[in-house]
């Protein structure tokens, strides 16, 4: 009987370790090649870090993890790896709107270093760009970018939050959601 994977994240921890591993590949085909934007805002435990894990080990070209999975019998899947960005939210401090500026040229440093590319730019904005397409005219292949939020903060509403009943007058501030 296979591990069941309580915890787990990483689709390349699952697949590697021989945990029970649910084969979404023939969904997530058809999302990469059907469409080109997405954006997941499903409530907590619901597998969109795994989702995203199994992404980019896809398109890093990671073909030994999917053995005998839906993918790996398709003809029209090209293993060739692309590039993948992952802008992880987790640890990076925001307590103010310079130092957000900071730790995000940081990261985007580290994965210019990592992927043994160089990016100028002025703002956030034009360096991300830049390193896209650095990273595209390194390897010639489209890139992946994957975001992922801190962990604790959610795309999705809190339900729980009071909505204030009327607009405040013109002039005055509406009380913070949940207050």
Known sequence: MQKLPIGIQ??????????LYVDKTETIHRLVTEGMYYFLARPRRFGKSLLVSTLKCLFQGRRELFAGLWIAAQRDWHWQPHPV???DFNGIAHDSPQLLRTELTNLLATIATKHQVSFEGVSIISQFRNLILALHQQTGQPVGVQMRPERGRSA??????????????PGKRAPPLGA
Do not use: C, K
């Open 10 to 19: 990483a689709s390349e921890v699952l697949r590697s370790r021989g945990y």
């Open 85 to 87: 960005i992952v802008l």
């Open 156 to 169: 999705t509403p809190n339900p729980r939050a009071r909505l204030p009943r009327t607009l405040p007058p």
